[in-house]
């Protein structure tokens, strides 16, 4: 089913092209094209180094952690391996609040399977890759676009837009709502969009019914809205 969804994007997207319109492809990142479960598991070991003192026991449960224990909420990994420690929790979300949203971790995480040579194809196929994240400018636009251009994803040379928000206090949600104007503006054919929070893939989906939208199953917010039935659901973008 995945490789058949994805097949039709392409051939969508050929399709535009050969019509002489602009075929745009938008793609959310964490969780999305990128795994964030590595992020998340160098700020628990980093903390593990730091805090060794006051909480011994972490390190050991820590140690068997891999990235794809981690969740939503990277305290849940630690809570369901039976650590409840009120304060151990109150640091941690701290430890990681400081480091999650910013250019040097963000260098840790990974492509989901099939996202870099998808992403290609679509940009062979005449596509204008549209980035469109929660993360933010002023922390992390730089290890953002170095990861991309690291891992292979197109960027440079005028087939690519990044997209992110103006600032860290901007809500997410409100972010991608306000992000529709400027891809319409583009005046371009949005032919698919790719995102792992079933809210904002409601959205898309209401703002652009001609395109194919995708919903990967990963990670999302613990209180997500239910996502619409019409949306293709995917695992990753292994085809």
């Known amino acids: 089913m995945p490789a058949a969804s994805l097949n039709k994007v392409l051939d969508a997207v050929r399709a535009t092209a050969i019509s002489g319109a602009v075929p745009v492809v938008v793609f959310d990142l964490d969780s999305t094209l990128f795994c964030t479960g590595p ?13 060794s003192a006051d909480h011994p026991g972490v390190a050991a449960v820590v140690e068997h952690l891999v990235p794809a224990d981690m969740g939503w909420n ?17 640091r941690l979300k701290k430890f990681w609040a400081e480091r999650f949203f910013t250019n040097e971790y963000v260098l840790h995480d990974e492509p989901l399977e099939g996202a870099v040579a998808f992403a290609a194809k679509c940009r062979a196929e005449g596509a204008l890759l549209y980035y469109l994240t929660g993360r933010h400018v002023g922390g992390m636009e730089q290890g953002t676009a170095a990861s991309l251009v690291q891992h292979g994803f197109p960027l440079y040379g005028g087939h690519a837009i990044l997209h992110l928000k103006p600032n860290f206090e901007t809500a997410d949600r409100a972010f991608k709502q306000q992000a529709l104007t400027a891809i319409a503006a583009l005046g371009g054919t949005v032919v698919a969009t790719f995102e792992n929070e079933p809210g904002n893939a409601n959205l898309f989906l209401r703002s652009f019914p001609g395109a194919q939208h995708f919903l990967l199953l990963t990670v999302h917010s613990p209180d997500a809205e239910a996502p619409d039935a019409q949306l293709i659901a995917i695992p990753s973008f292994r085809c």
Not at 39 to 51: M, T, Y
Not at 75 to 90: M, P, S, V
């Open 39 to 51: 992020r998340n598991l160098k700020i628990l070991r980093d903390f593990c180094v730091a805090h």
């Open 74 to 90: 990277v305290n849940e990994a630690l809570k369901a391996r039976g650590l409840h420690d009120a304060t151990l929790h109150a």
